[in-house]
């Protein structure tokens, strides 16, 4: 046995640490198209101090740390392009506080969105956080870390923005705290009105420090959730069915869908509006708002609203399983999307491209957009489906993807969740003194350049 | 390609004009606005009626003079490229019942059970009351009865698919067709018999084969001692003289179903299809009103006879303390087949 290898089962424990050659087989991989590669050390720590001496010990190494969730994000931000330890966080899984009144919870850094959902519907059924689609078993800090978005995502903004603090393990391998948690016991605020370093972690995709704890702004969980489904066949007609919708202020989440197969969805963009109330008149009331805002369009003729009784079940699901099933037309479970985060007027630009993309590389697509904010901007899911034992059609998708990419950002949006690939394109486009500054906050907090080489390259 | 045979002279003699007159969806000062609307309409001109109709279908049992006055409605709206329902939930009809090949047949000898495109009602055709004809049953858009899209003014799309499954039936080599669903009963008689499309099978209205069931499982039933209201679907419009037997049959198993406004040709919409071609404002007015005349009676059950309007208002009655429930599990009920409904 090697050294490295004795030292981190000194830090986890037998039972926490592998370099079985399956379980490497595993750790290489992530659902998207991306090649694998395989780690050298799968480690699954239980403790913050444990992950500190993981960091300790790889910085003395130079061996480098993949910070891992459920590596569900689909762009292979844990396949360790160089090798190393992959940290799988998943043991770290304690809900640490719920502070009811604060509206706010404290969890470990591996902690899952099922089991937070699960404990507030036991403990605080008054109480929610904002969900995303992805499966329950995928991370809580996972998911901030990349700027994802959840049911709650229209209201309050994108998941990270809902973070009120954090217990930061840095690359150098100090235990840092962020916010308000740097000052007292309370975790109600990131940053404001401090300087917002949270800044240095959100959205760098596990390259600038470990999260393992995390505080989560919770918000009021309504006793009903209902839904409505406006259709239209005119892409162009979608930005002001939007804006007509987010005005109202209403409501839980806005995703706009559209896909070829099965016929029953061909030629048809679908808005699934959600929206929530205490008493049936709140719920009836609001039906009736979303009504009278979409009325000129059912004038005209060009939308109206889709009878959803059957398919109402999945569609209140949360996380929504379907949406998984409905892209798999394939029947191979393969599954991948470029996000870009755009403005709401580009929607027709980007349904003709999704649908030129799908043409030109012969592969399915089932796309979808979610709204950001009340509006400021969404997140367009260019989602292709394939067949995971057809190299072909992979190689196929993966392309279309990349010409995806290249796409939104010739037309200003911000890629979410990049691959490395999409990630050296977003760099070389960025300007170039923001660049800098990336450069100087990743050098000086990664000096040694250990965590999850590859992503944010910017040395 | 198929002609609606429609009867001018008819119309221009008649005395009544019923068809419009009695329309719960618009009104006329009298005979001679509502004759002189249905005569623009023959003649291909613009009529309130093309703006205003909600696709109830009931004017086609208005009409005791033999002519279709819903059909001719949806063909000018359709010659004339107007939508009733916005395009899109047009298109996605058309789309949605379009033949794949994913059909399901049964074990057929000379009769099927034809369970339209809708599932339910494979589930509601099965045990004792079904048992000679359950393993016949037929499923799937190849088999489904394209009357829907006269709501969407798409008479195009039912002259061309009504052919093709005639002909599906056709192959099986049966003899009858039982019909689960009324709209694809009255799409094989009435339907069919105004396009002048001959229907090489018997078709049967499935309350025909339960009454003649119940009364042959009579020793089994144990009477429900119950209290419904009524649901009459759009498509009974078409084979009004099948009405009386919903009252035979619950006669048999001891079900009372009291006198209300809203019923027989007075019936209401379930109110779906309004939700699409005339907006949420009278498609709530129309459920309410119908809700409000079923609780009057004092009815515990809200008794359906098509699954899609069952789908429309099963939740909304269950809100307003009334069971939904298909009158064929009524009758599964009375022979102890099946629990009795709960809200
Ligand atoms: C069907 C489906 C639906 C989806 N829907 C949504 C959706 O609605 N909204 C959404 O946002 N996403 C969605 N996703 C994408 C993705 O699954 C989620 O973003 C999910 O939150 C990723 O979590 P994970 O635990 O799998 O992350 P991982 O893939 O394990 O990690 C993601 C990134 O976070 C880093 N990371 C992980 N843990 C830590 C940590 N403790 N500290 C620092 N960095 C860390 C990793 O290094 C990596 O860069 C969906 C995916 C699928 C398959
Ligand atoms: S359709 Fe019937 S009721 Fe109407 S005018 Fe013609 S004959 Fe009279
Ligand atoms: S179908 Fe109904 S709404 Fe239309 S004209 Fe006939 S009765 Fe009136």
């Known amino acids: 046995m090697n050294d490295v290898m004795q030292s981190l089962i000194d830090i986890v424990g037998e039972r926490g640490v592998s370099n079985a050659a399956e379980e490497l087989w595993f750790y290489s991989r992530d659902p998207g198209v991306l090649e694998p590669h395989k780690p050298d050390y799968v480690v699954a720590p239980k403790t913050t101090e444990q992950v500190q001496k993981i960091v300790q010990l790889a910085n003395r190494e130079k061996i480098p740390v993949v910070p891992m969730g459920n590596g569900m994000a689909l762009t292979g931000l844990v396949i360790p392009l160089k090798g190393g330890i992959v940290l799988d966080m998943k043991r770290m899984n304690k809900i640490l506080e719920v502070n009811e009144k604060a509206r706010y919870a404290v969890v470990e850094g591996g902690t899952s969105q099922g089991v937070l959902k699960a404990y507030l519907q036991e403990n605080y059924p008054h109480l929610r956080h904002s969900i995303p689609d992805a499966p329950s078993t995928t991370t809580i800090a996972a998911n901030v870390a990349l700027h994802g978005q959840g049911r709650l995502t229209n209201q309050y903004g994108f998941n990270s923005d809902m973070v009120t603090g954090m217990e930061i393990v840095l690359p150098t391998g100090e235990i840092c705290l962020i916010g308000s948690p740097s000052l007292g016991p309370y975790w109600f605020s990131k940053g404001p009105t401090l300087p917002d370093l949270s800044g240095l972690f959100l959205g760098w995709l596990g390259t600038t420090g470990i999260i393992t704890k995390l505080g989560l702004k919770l918000f009021p969980n309504k006793k009903i959730r209902e839904v409505e489904m406006f259709v239209t066949d005119k892409a162009e007609l979608v930005p002001e069915i939007f804006y007509k919708l987010t005005h109202l202020e209403i409501l839980e989440d806005v995703n706009a869908w559209f896909q070829p197969k099965p016929l029953i969805f061909k030629g048809n963009f679908h808005i699934t509006i959600y929206f929530t109330g205490d008493a049936e008149e709140e719920i009836e009331f609001k039906r009736r708002m979303i009504w009278d805002a979409l009325q000129e369009f059912i004038d005209s003729k060009d939308g109206g609203f889709m009878n959803v009784q059957y398919t109402k079940d999945m569609l209140l699901e949360m996380p929504q399983r379907g949406i998984a099933n409905f892209a798999d037309v394939p029947k191979g479970g393969g599954f991948e999307y470029s996000g870009p985060i755009t403005i709401i007027e580009h929607f027709p630009q980007y349904a003709a491209k999704v649908i030129e993309l799908a043409k030109k590389y012969d592969v399915l697509y089932a796309s979808s957009a979610r709204l950001i904010c009340g509006g400021h901007c969404m997140m367009f899911s260019i989602s292709f489906a394939f067949n995971r034992n057809n190299p072909a059609m992979m190689k196929r998708v993966k392309e279309a993807l990349d010409e995806a990419t290249a796409f939104a950002l010739e037309m200003g949006a911000v890629p979410w969740k990049p691959n490395f690939m999409e990630q050296q394109m977003t760099m070389k486009k960025i300007h170039p003194a923001t660049l800098k500054l990336m450069q100087m906050i990743k050098r000086n907090l990664d000096p040694q350049g250990i965590m999850n080489p590859g992503n944010w390259e910017v040395i | ?343």
């Open chain 2, 1 to 343: 390609m198929y002609k609606l045979k429609f009867n001018d002279k008819v119309c221009a003699t008649c005395p009544s004009s019923d068809c419009l007159l009695k329309c719960q969806y618009m009104t006329f000062s009298g005979h001679k606005e509502a004759h002189a609307e249905m005569m623009k309409i023959i003649r291909g001109k613009d009529s309130r009626v093309l703006h205003e109709c909600a696709t109830c279908y009931a004017c086609e049992e208005y009409c005791k003079r033999g002519n279709h006055p819903f059909y001719l409605i949806s063909e000018r709206r359709e010659e004339k490229g107007m939508f009733t329902a916005a395009r899109p939930i047009t298109n996605q009809w058309i789309n949605m019942t379009e033949m794949q090949g994913k059909f399901l047949v049964g074990d057929i000898k000379d009769k099927a059970l034809s369970c339209c495109y809708i599932p339910e009602l494979g589930v509601l055709g099965t045990g004792e009351i079904f048992k000679d004809v359950a393993a016949a049953g037929v499923f799937g858009a190849e088999f489904m009865c394209p009357a829907v899209h006269t709501h969407f003014a798409k008479m195009s799309v039912i002259k061309e698919r009504l052919p093709v499954v005639i002909e599906n039936f056709r192959r099986l080599g049966v003899k009858e067709v039982i019909c689960l669903h009324d709209e694809c009963y009255g799409t094989f008689t009435s339907i069919a018999s105004a396009y002048g499309m001959e229907v090489p099978f018997k078709p049967v209205y499935y309350m025909d084969y339960l009454l003649e069931r119940m009364k042959e499982l009579k020793s089994k039933i144990k009477p429900l001692n119950i209290t419904v209201a009524y649901q009459r679907p759009c498509s009974n419009r078409l084979i009004p003289d099948k009405l009386p037997l919903v009252k035979k049959i619950l006669k048999l198993i001891g079900v009372k179903m009291p006198k209300r406004v809203y019923q027989d040709e007075n019936c209401l919409c379930c109110g779906e299809v309004i939700r699409s071609v005339s907006g949420y404002k009278l498609a709530d007015d129309v459920q309410k009103r119908n809700i409000d005349d079923m609780l009057q009676t004092g009815a515990e059950y809200c008794m359906f006879n098509c699954p899609a309007c069952q789908m429309a208002l099963a939740e909304k009655v269950s809100k307003r303390g009334l069971k939904p429930v298909h009158i064929i599990d009524l009758c599964k009920m009375a022979i102890g087949e099946k629990e009795r409904e709960v809200a």
